[in-house]
């Protein structure tokens, strides 16, 4: 398969400066504000004998936006410093994937040993394998340094950081053990992927500034916040939303006055900040107290969209700029597509170990990512074909907690859109070791319509009970599967590996009574039969089909009529010809005429978008559509397109007027539009007339001249 050429722009928000925001007389500070639970350091803590004492102790930190110098020996408790959210320069974002440099400054000890770990895994302890490295002092007051990345599969959301300092040096040392003397300090870190913006709080919910409680439509988030929370919460629910007014609800915290936000990322470019995206705001002016705003979701968006609410003491409040208190919540949007089956969501996917690493459908690999949403609509590549009455075989490849993980399939056998009719709940394997490979066969049932259909794959990680096939798994992944059901007794049914999931697709095909405009889309149908709309077409004829191109600028468009109903399009002059587009949803013109000979009656004819391939008729494609129509072939009936004959019929500028000359023989001259309807019918005497079309609608017109023993006609293309 030839790769595209074409490349996808990435937005990548541009750093924002922070603003600090002031200190509010009205809201002072605790005397002690370390230490506590409010903090939300829940984290153990080492002991040191004698509070550590001098001189063994870190005098400074930098890391990202933690920044502390000259702090010497201080206690909070026996040597433990928690500084979690302790105003500026004690909390940082760390992107993940990315790589760090961690700066300790020593204290007057010489020689003390560093220790540093950062908790990976967001689990609330600090492991053996966190442990980010060790440095050794080599002076008084010199500052070392620790390298280390954050690997891209670490979860998303505030963490610890501690650094401690000993005078021992320790091949696996204990970051919660007793020592006889040193330090140990705490700090919150935000790790963070590197779209969306994710800003942080430097006092976060320390003194009451937190959403109490998040609703819509009155389906509640489940959180009970209180203070000492972390001022993050990652997007791990989704609400399912149609089209239209919906309601929200946002209880404040336990401060009395704070300002709240809501938007929503409606063109998914990482960021908050276009003029369509802020939903609603207000400020509180008592602790506890819901307050309503409503959210339109457009019908023209499908997908999943993070929906950001923000609580902070400022004015402007934005939604990617560092406040001091505060707190921020990420949920997901779920709008479904008509054009494809329920959309799910969850959060966790693999990381849990739970879900698929990979699938494969009759030997052809469905690849997909590890990421939310973890639902993921594909075909295969190569396209899969089944008869009806055959099996899919499909493997699905576990993952490390396999060993209670629930793999069910779906099929839609009636084009639906859904998988809760008779027989389209199909098998389940349940895991039994990790990375075990679970196979099984889903029966495509003999009465299943020919074409395009879609297979279901979900895991759904531990604990499920069978319901619909649109549940929002816990863990794991969903994975739709586009393949095709041939038909034994009819033409071939060509498929597409991404068929016109970037926009390559037909918008319209016009030809006599066929006038079928609009009917494309993204994610929409890789195969239709329209064989229900029908043109007359007349032999010896010459005939222009009109194609409107899809959203995709550059595809190739072909047609073929089986003019000898043998269910194929490889005779001679069954292949009526081709239009390239090189513009979105642009009208092209394939001219053909019916061969002398073509017998009477319905013949199948076939419009195919491929991208960047030639005219076949049956060969699958990495991208594109295909349709097919009927017309109803009769014989000449002396009403002629002559292109011989001694008049004229051409569109003027712009599509104005079509301007017909001649003889100035007597003759009526009739203008009918594509489906045959009159629409203007005028005396000729002389040897030019003028037609008004300014008022039509684009497309193809027949101009008709009637004399006194022939009828004779021209088709115009009028374009405004």
């Known amino acids: 398969m030839s790769t595209r050429n074409y490349a996808r722009t990435l937005f990548v928000p541009a750093l924002l400066a922070c603003t600090i925001s002031p200190v509010r007389a009205q809201h002072p500070r605790p005397q002690v504000l370390r230490g506590g639970t409010v903090s939300g350091n829940t984290y153990c803590h ?30 909070d408790v026996n040597g433990w410093n928690d500084r979690f ?8 974002a760390l992107q993940k994937g990315g790589s760090f440099v961690l700066a300790i400054t020593t204290g007057t000890a010489p020689n003390s040993h560093y220790y540093a770990w950062l908790d990976l895994n967001r689990d609330g302890t600090f492991a053996n394998n966190e442990l980010l490295g060790h440095y050794q002092g080599t002076g008084s007051g010199v500052q070392g340094t620790i390298s280390f990345t954050v690997p891209s599969s670490a979860p998303t959301g505030y963490t610890g950081l501690r650094i401690l300092c000993t005078t021992e040096n320790l091949p696996v040392p204990d970051p919660c053990g007793g020592y006889a003397s040193g330090e140990a300090e705490d700090y919150a870190v935000l790790l963070a992927p590197a779209s969306p913006c994710m800003p942080i709080h430097t006092e976060g919910t320390t003194q009451g500034d937190f959403i109490s409680a998040f609703a819509i439509d009155g389906v509640t988030d489940g959180v009970v916040n ?5 001022p993050y919460k990652a997007p791990e629910l989704a609400f399912h939303l149609a089209p239209g007014v919906h309601d929200l609800s946002i209880t404040s915290g336990e401060y009395a006055t704070d300002n709240y936000t809501v938007w929503v990322d409606w063109n998914n470019d990482g960021d908050w900040n276009d003029g369509f995206e ?17 959210l339109n979701v457009p019908d023209t968006v499908w997908g999943w969209f993070t929906l950001r609410v923000r609580c902070a003491d400022v004015d402007p409040l934005l939604p990617c700029v560092e406040h001091t208190w505060g707190e921020t919540r990420d949920y997901m949007i779920v709008v479904n597509n008509p054009l494809l089956p329920c959309l799910t969501y969850n959060y966790a996917g693999n990381t849990t170990g739970y879900g698929i690493d990979s699938l494969k459908v009759n030997g052809s690999a469905a690849n997909f990512f590890h990421r939310p949403p973890n639902h993921w609509i594909l075909g295969t590549d190569p396209v899969v074909h089944v008869l009806p009455g055959d099996t899919l075989h499909v493997i699905a490849f576990g993952n490390s907690m396999n060993a209670t993980n629930l793999v069910n399939a779906y099929v839609d056998l009636n084009n639906d859109l859904d998988f809760d009719d008779p027989y389209e709940n199909g098998p389940y394997v349940q895991g039994t070791s990790a990375y075990e490979t ?16 879609w297979l279901r794959i979900a895991s759904y990680g531990p604990g499920f009970e069978f319901v619909y096939g649109c549940y929002d798994p816990v863990a794991g ?22 068929w016109t999931s970037e926009g390559d697709f037909i918008d319209g095909v016009q030809l006599g009574d066929i006038n079928n405009v609009g009917s494309g889309a993204p994610y929409g149908p890789a195969y239709t039969d329209h064989t229900a709309l029908s043109a007359d077409l007349i032999v010896t004829h010459v005939y222009n089909m009109l194609v409107t191109s899809g959203a995709y600028g550059s595809d190739d ?45 319905n013949k199948r004819m076939r419009v195919r978008c491929i991208w960047n391939s030639g005219p076949d008729p049956c060969a699958d494609g990495g991208y594109g559509e295909t349709e097919d129509y009927t017309v109803n072939i009769d014989l000449n009936t002396a009403i002629a397109e002559n292109a011989n004959a001694n008049w004229s019929a051409i569109a003027g500028a712009a599509g104005s007027h079509i301007i017909v000359t001649g003889s100035a023989a007597p003759c009526t001259i009739s203008l009918l539009d594509a489906t045959g309807r009159l629409i203007s019918i005028r005396a000729m005497s002389q040897r030019m007339i003028t037609l008004p079309t300014e008022d039509l609608p684009n497309g193809i017109y027949t101009v008709e001249r009637t004399t006194d023993d022939r009828r004779e006609v021209k088709r115009v293309l009028i374009m405004h």
Request: proline content about 6%; aromatic content about 12%.
């Open 46 to 75: 080492p002991s040191f004998f004698n509070d550590g004492g001098a001189p063994d102790f870190i005098d400074g930190v930098v890391l990202g936006g933690i920044s502390t110098a000259n702090t010497g020996f201080t206690s």
């Open 85 to 92: 959210f302790d105003g500026l320069g004690t909390v940082t």
């Open 226 to 230: 209180t203070a000492g929370e972390f």
């Open 278 to 294: 802020t939903v609603g705001s207000f400020v509180s002016t008592t602790a506890f107290t819901a307050q309503s705003i409503q």
């Open 438 to 453: 679970m196979a099984f066969n889903v029966n495509i049932r003999f009465n299943t319509v020919p074409g395009a259909h």
């Open 477 to 498: 992944q969903v994975v739709d599967v586009l393949f095709i059901v041939d038909d034994p007794d009819g033409p071939c049914i060509p498929g597409s590996v991404n």
């Open 557 to 601: 468009y072909h047609a073929w009529i089986d003019y000898n109903d043998d269910d194929d399009f490889a005779d001679a002059n069954e292949f009526l010809g081709s239009a390239n587009s090189n513009a979105a949803y642009q009208n092209l013109i394939i001219p053909f005429t019916v061969p002398v000979g073509t017998t009477p009656g």
